[in-house]
């Protein structure tokens, strides 16, 4: 079994596509793949599906939707297959479970490498660690689950899913600044600061891309712009680490982060030009 989430959804049996049309039946599949090899309590399937409005017959049309989707993985099963399509998509007390062999799983490579690059930029090597976190991010092929309906308990996985990913950025920001990589990211960290207008980290990095690449007023200008964005949504200032790297910024310190920043992401090893 191949499970793709990291995108539209896609779940292969020996190659064969196996995600229904309809939506219910397709948030189910979804949310039995997230947890492959683990029960799905069946008021958790029911809270998916329904939310809080679960209706009288909620039983008997999720043990229909499960049918279906039972049908559809004994077409795709191959003959001679060890499993039939009632162990692949078992019955457990209580719930159901995807037991079939995954094969492959885009969210577990995703974190995989996720891990690795992780661990390389603790260890100092920023080109191991760019490379793998790369990797892991060019496994995402739009939204998780971008054309499967989400319910509350779906929502709450997507959005684990999408945490991970602003993180991995982050992480792999930071190995190419550390690469010397400041002028390349430029229009990348433009963008995400746009999307996140909130976010400190990318500010932070962005404004050493700019330092780095010369142009200080436009360090001080992201800075400001984070500053306004903070002030006006939640009312409360930058944090004393971003604060420091904006003092820094104005000295034309051309002092190391890591020694003068003790607190402040190790987004790159230096502010200097």
């Known amino acids: 079994m191949d499970i793709s989430v990291l995108g539209p959804l896609e779940i292969r049996i020996d190659g064969n596509f196996i995600v229904p049309s309809a939506g219910k039946p397709r948030q189910l599949l979804a949310l039995l793949a997230l947890r492959a090899g683990r029960i799905v309590q069946v008021p958790t399937l029911m809270e998916e599906a329904w939310?809080?409005?679960?209706?009288?017959s909620a039983q008997t049309t999720l043990q229909?939707?499960?049918?279906?989707?039972?049908r559809r993985i004994?077409?795709?099963?191959?003959?001679?297959a060890p499993q039939t399509a009632k162990e692949v998509l078992a019955t457990r007390l209580g719930g159901y479970q995807l037991t079939g062999a995954v094969h492959d799983s885009d969210l577990r490579t995703?974190?995989?490498?996720?891990?690795e690059g992780s661990a390389a930029l603790d260890a100092g090597d920023a080109r191991r660690a760019s490379d793998a976190l790369g990797r892991a991010l060019r496994l995402?092929?739009?939204?998780?689950?971008?054309?499967?309906?989400?319910?509350?308990?779906?929502?709450?996985?997507?959005?684990g899913m999408d945490e991970a990913r602003t993180r991995t950025v982050e992480l792999r920001v930071e190995a190419d600044l550390q690469l010397g990589r400041h002028a390349e990211i430029l229009g990348e960290l433009r963008m995400l600061t746009a999307r996140h207008p909130l976010h400190e980290n990318f500010s932070a990095q962005l404004m050493?891309?700019?330092?780095?690449?010369?142009?200080?007023?436009?360090?001080?200008e992201t800075y400001q712009r984070l500053r306004g964005a903070l002030v006006g949504e939640l009312g409360v200032e930058p944090s004393r680490r971003v604060q420091r790297l904006h003092q820094l910024v104005l000295g034309g310190s051309p002092g190391p982060l890591r020694a003068d920043l003790p607190e402040l992401p190790e987004?790159?090893?230096e502010v200097s030009r």
């Not at 939310?51 to 009288?56: D, H, L, N, W």
């Not at 004994?74 to 001679?80: C, N």
């Not at 995703?110 to 891990?115: D, E, H, K, V």
């Not at 092929?141 to 308990?153: E, I, S, T």
């Open 267 to 269: 987004f790159a090893l």
């Open 74 to 80: 004994a077409a795709a099963l191959p003959a001679g």
């Open 140 to 159: 995402w092929r739009g939204p998780a689950l971008a054309d499967v309906p989400v319910g509350p308990v779906l929502e709450t996985e997507v959005l």
């Open 110 to 115: 995703f974190q995989r490498l996720t891990a």
């Open 64 to 70: 229909t939707y499960v049918l279906q989707l039972r």
């Open 51 to 56: 939310g809080a409005r679960i209706p009288r």
């Open 208 to 220: 050493i891309a700019y330092y780095r690449s010369g142009h200080t007023w436009r360090a001080l």
